[in-house]
């Protein structure tokens, strides 16, 4: 009975901590904000939701913008970039 009841109570922290750590993600940007990418290269930033993009940085394209760090937009943005025509282009190497 000792092992049992020390096996689910080792078993229910394991769980609490997979739980906690899959469901917290760390956001590219805080509320309030949203993410620009360097033209012509891979840097970025944050703006606040109420002013636009400083010069040398833009939008990310529509639907392609990274929400958390190391999602799939985040690791793509790594080696790619926007040209000065908003199209998307591999990046530049370091």
Same mark, same amino acid.
């Given at each position: 009975m000792r092992k049992t009841m020390l096996g689910l109570a080792v078993a229910s922290v394991t769980a609490a901590l997979t739980l906690t750590a899959c469901s917290i993600q760390e956001a590219s940007c805080s509320d309030g904000e949203y993410p620009v990418l360097t033209v012509g290269g891979t840097g970025s930033a944050c703006v606040s939701d109420d002013e636009k993009p400083p010069k040398g940085y833009t939008r990310y394209p529509e639907g392609k913008e990274p929400e958390h760090v190391d999602d799939k937009w985040d690791v793509y943005w790594r080696t790619h970039?926007?040209? =000065?025509?908003?199209?998307?282009?591999?990046?530049?190497? =370091?």
């Open positions: 970039t926007v040209d =000065e025509n908003g199209k998307i282009i591999k990046a530049p190497a =370091e």
